[in-house]
């Protein structure tokens, strides 16, 4: 099943199975992602609509069909994958994050609506993993393998670990249950937004130039060249400047018009 095109007879079809299974567990997975960081004004209706379709309508519309069941039977477990983008905003991954931090604060309410039923909700905080959308693909101490990262997460239902200020979260990969303490317990958000800032915008299709750290950990500058991706040709070839922590400028492009119509807004 397709989600991005919302098909209200494809739902029907899944309601129609569903209702003759004995669903226990259901796992919100399925999600969609920006191809590369973009800004949110370069981003294509199309992506920005299948975005919001799957990560918020799918989510929403699944549960609604599997949950009945659950209800009937007093007992389900609703897994919500979601993600550190939907804790701290992540610039360039905009609609993604807006849809995880969708998920975190329903989860939240949903859980705290099923409590007394015998359905338990779990939003799993999740940091990065190898994945295709993640695009990362060696294994290291902050990003494990999937396998070894769901282990984690089935081994601790109902244990909150390093998401113990959020009601309903998880987060139970040792390594990520700790970058979720640090930044909770740390730094204002507003330092973790920037941080995001910068992280997004030497992630996937993008060549750092320069990584000049000046004074301290917190003021640096990049230069980069967008190596170009089928989704947003308008970053291809840009020569960007990015001064932690103020927003990008475009310093030469061979896109000007797109770039300076943006900065000139
Ligand atoms: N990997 C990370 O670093 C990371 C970090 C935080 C949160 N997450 C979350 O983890 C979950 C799984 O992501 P992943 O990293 O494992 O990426 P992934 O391998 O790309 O998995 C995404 C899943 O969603 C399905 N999907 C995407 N668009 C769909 C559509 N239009 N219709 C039906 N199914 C669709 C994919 O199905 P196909 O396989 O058929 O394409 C795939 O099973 C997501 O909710 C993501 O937000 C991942």
Redesign the pocket.
């Known amino acids: ?4 095109n919302g098909e209200p007879k494809n739902y029907q079809n899944l309601k129609e199975i569903i209702n003759q299974l004995d669903v226990g567990v259901l796992v ?6 920006h191809e590369i960081p973009t800004p949110f004004i370069l981003e294509t209706d199309e992506l920005i609509q ?1 975005i919001v379709e ?2 918020i309508s ?1 989510l929403l519309k699944v549960t609604k069909i599997v949950l009945p069941g659950m209800l009937s039977r007093n007992r389900g477990l609703i897994i919500n ?5 939907g804790m701290v905003a992540t610039p360039y991954l905009s609609v ?1 994050s807006g849809s ?1 931090a969708f998920m975190n604060t329903w989860s939240q309410a949903l859980g705290a609506e099923l409590k007394s039923k015998g359905i338990v909700v779990e939003n799993v905080n ?9 695009k ?1 693909r060696r294994p290291s101490f902050l ?1 494990p393998l ?1 396998r070894p990262y769901v282990k984690s997460v089935l081994n601790k239902i109902g244990v909150p670990g390093g998401a113990s200020w959020v009601p309903f979260n998880s987060n139970t990969y040792p390594p990520h249950a700790l970058a979720n303490w640090v930044i909770t317990n740390t730094f204002p958000w507003n330092f973790w937004v920037n941080q995001a800032l910068g992280m997004e915008m030497v992630n996937d299709g993008m060549k750092i130039l320069k990584l000049d750290k000046m004074r301290s950990p917190t003021s640096f500058s990049l230069e980069y060249i967008a190596s170009g991706s089928t989704s947003s040709e308008d970053f291809k070839g840009c020569l960007l400047t990015h001064t932690y922590p103020f927003s990008p400028k475009v310093t030469s492009t061979p896109h000007g018009s797109v770039w300076k119509w943006v900065l000139d807004r």
């Open positions: 099943m397709d989600f991005t919100n997975n399925v999600a969609m992602n299948n799957v990560n799918g994958v979601g993600s550190f983008s993604y995880k999740t940091y990065f993993v190898v994945s295709a959308m993640s990362v990003i999937p």
